[in-house]
């Protein structure tokens, strides 16, 4: 929302307090400011008057930051998005992929590499870096599908988004300040320094605040006492530009823009809600320091902590110079003798002789070397020698306190061991390797507010076109639901016409619109992108080394990591097929391992994919652990069956034993009768 505040003139809006807050925020960097001024003039050997002026002088400061530029930054980062956790959740893998892929797209679309150049310059000359972000949709007329321009109800020409990209952007370190903090997170206000060209100035500013601005600055202006008054600085260039400080103020939420020479209504143009809702509100991250103030955001240059030996170098090499004009061969001779002398030295070629008349002279005076009287350069050289060494302990002495060890310059010793110049390498990379943790850090910043932006603006069609993802809409998978509805409904209707037959096969059709089904939306993927919450808790954003791959160093560290895996796997798997060792466990095992190595990134993203098929184990000891479970539920049901019959066995010999007593006893009584009868008779 924007306010004009030509109608809202209250106190608290005043330009006045602006102006001196960011003239009080440029006075506690004037000593910063002239010694980054003092840093970029050594390193071009520019003078104070904009000349070149590199006589003499051992531009030591150049060979330092090419040194350390190349050695902290040399190719672009590469996103590395993933889940936060583990949680298996699809729409969340879904989002990570998502990011991924839209922020490498962004990397290379957007020129990060021209811009990460530039601010590790930043970083190591003036010492700080300041990388500010845009959202920059592209707005065009729409037409519809005759190629005719769309309109509204009132007859105005409907507009449509083209196309949305995010923009990173130097920012010079005369163009930024903020307010007073001993911690980036205390900053209660930035503001970054414009001069707008009038066309500039007219796509930006409503006309009632675009009337107020003064042309008069011109592009860069020096003067860092005020908003662009009292500059004397002298440019053949028109002075035909607005300077315009942009003003993000924290606490209120708001952007301010204040413009020199608008006192008629408080010297602010227009206010306006942020354009980027973000969670730091600050469209840039803490900016890279050089040098560290625990107590203060000053910074201060790498050059200031060895100016001194670097003007003693220039002193020493002046001396040099000086002296090198003096070691010359020269000196006198007789003048009788000069004709020949002067044929000797003008037209003496290699291995010839001059004719000469005066033979008889020569001959007096013992030969040529008698005749000429040259200049002692015995203590000039010795003293040349002398300022040779010195330089050379300055040099040595400068690269102590920069930390640029000997093999970090390419520089070696044949005398040297390789131990010891492994030592040298290590502790030069340890000196260094804070300058790279820094230079990361920056841009993994960078990279998460560049998430943000793409998540909370970025339209699903857009995500779509620079992913290339297959993600389905919600209107697709309902469709899907329908037509796998009136699928089932049909065969069901064929089962129950044709009784006894079996089923017949899945339909393709079919088959597409369960995988359809089973895969996020991009509107849950745009949801959790979007959200500030769940994009913290479900995907997390790295880098990895902005350095030049060494490729014998990433040969190796490949070979220990297949090494490493390969003998985990012949350790692990054989207790997982006999079902000794649990698979959750061996997989717990394989990713800490894995995330221990320089290929972690690549081989865990892998493993999540396959971390179902690897938990299986081998399929043929699973189908022979299959065969042995139903053997011994085979064994056990006839050691059952065994079990019945004996027990029926017992029972057909019980009964078999009291049919024979019931037999013999009605033998007995058949015989008692038999005998009772013959007594009757």
């Not at 005020?226 to 400080?245: K, M, T």
């Not at 089932?488 to 619109?513: H, I, L, V």
């Not at 060494?550 to 997982?576: I, K, N």
Request: net charge negative; proline share 5%.
């Amino acid at each position: 929302m924007t306010k004009n505040i030509a109608a809202e003139n209250t106190p608290d809006r005043q330009a006045d307090y602006w102006i001196s807050q960011i003239r009080a925020a440029q006075r506690r960097e004037e000593n910063w400011r002239k010694e980054a001024q003092t840093a970029l003039q050594r390193y071009v050997l520019e003078s104070q008057q904009g000349q070149y002026d590199g006589g003499g002088r051992f531009n030591i400061l150049w060979s330092n930051t090419e040194t350390l530029r190349n050695a902290v930054y040399n190719v672009p980062p590469a996103p590395d998005v993933r889940q936060r956790w583990d949680t298996k959740d699809p729409a969340a893998l879904a989002a990570a992929e998502t990011l991924d892929r839209a922020l490498t797209y962004t990397i290379e679309r957007s020129g990060f590499d021209i811009v990460a150049r530039r601010a590790v310059l930043d970083y190591l000359l003036p010492g700080r870096s300041v990388v500010r972000l845009r959202y920059d949709p592209v707005i065009a007329p729409a037409f519809d599908e005759m190629g005719q321009p769309m309109l509204d109800e009132t007859g105005a020409a409907l507009e449509q988004l083209n196309d949305e990209t995010v923009q990173f952007e130097n920012v010079a370190y005369t163009d930024f300040v903020h307010s007073e903090a001993r911690a980036w997170e205390k900053v209660e206000w930035i503001a970054f320094r414009h001069f707008f060209t009038r066309d500039d100035a007219k796509k930006l500013f409503p006309p009632d605040a675009y009337n107020l601005l003064s042309f008069t600055s011109r592009l860069g202006e020096t003067d860092d006492t005020a908003l662009g008054e009292n500059n004397n600085q002298s440019s053949d260039e028109a002075a035909d530009r607005a300077l315009v400080w942009e003003i993000w103020d924290k606490p209120q939420g708001r952007v301010v823009w204040v413009a020199e020479g608008v006192r008629e209504n408080g010297g602010v143009l227009y206010e306006t809600d942020p354009p980027l809702d973000l969670e730091g509100f600050f469209p840039t991250p803490r900016p890279m320091y050089a040098v560290e103030q625990p107590d203060r955001l000053v910074p201060m240059p790498f050059y200031s902590q060895y100016k001194e030996q670097a003007q003693e170098l220039d002193r020493v090499t002046s001396r040099i110079k000086a002296m090198v004009g003096v070691v010359k061969y020269r000196g006198i001779y007789d003048a009788a003798m000069g004709g020949d002398i002067a044929r000797i030295v003008d037209e003496g070629e290699d291995g010839s002789f001059i004719p000469s008349d005066n033979a008889a002279l020569w001959r007096e005076v013992g030969g040529l070397g008698n005749a000429l009287w040259t200049m002692p350069l015995a203590d000039a050289i010795a003293a040349l020698e002398k300022l040779y060494q010195s330089r050379e302990q300055t040099k040595q002495v400068i690269y102590e306190i920069t930390g640029i060890s000997d093999v970090l310059r390419g520089s070696t010793d044949a005398r040297e061991t390789a131990t010891a110049q492994q030592i040298k390498a290590q502790w030069g990379s340890s000196r260094v390797g804070g300058m790279k943790r820094e230079v990361q850090r920056y841009f993994k910043d960078l990279l998460e507010i560049a998430a943000e932006i793409i998540g909370e603006h970025f339209q699903v069609e857009t995500l779509k076109t620079i992913t290339g993802l297959p993600y389905p809409t919600e209107q697709e998978k309902q469709q899907a639901a329908m037509q796998l509805q009136q699928i089932q409904a049909m065969q069901e209707q064929a089962q129950m016409g044709d009784s006894g037959q079996p089923p017949p096969p899945m339909p393709p059709e079919m088959q597409q619109a369960e995988e359809l089904l089973q895969q996020p939306s991009w509107e849950e993927v745009k949801q959790i992108i979007s959200s500030d919450g769940l994009r913290s808790c479900k995907v997390d954003i790295e880098t990895d080394s902005t350095i030049a791959p060494d490729q014998r160093a990433e040969m190796q560290a490949f070979s220990e990591t297949m090494q490493m895996v390969g003998g985990l796997l012949q350790q692990v798997m054989p207790g997982v097929q006999s079902g000794v060792l649990p698979p959750d466990l061996a997989m717990a095992l394989l990713t800490a391992t894995i995330r221990k190595t320089p290929l972690a990134n690549e081989m865990t993203s892998i493993l999540q994919k396959y971390e179902e098929e690897l938990m299986r184990g081998n399929p043929l000891q699973e189908e022979i652990n299959a065969l042995k479970q139903e053997n011994s539920k085979l064994q056990e049901e006839l050691e059952n069956k065994q079990g019945e019959i004996a027990v029926k066995a017992a029972g057909v010999q019980q009964k078999e034993a009291q049919i024979q007593g019931e037999q013999v006893i009605d033998a007995a009584d058949l015989q008692l009768r038999w005998a009772e009868m013959q007594e009757r008779a």
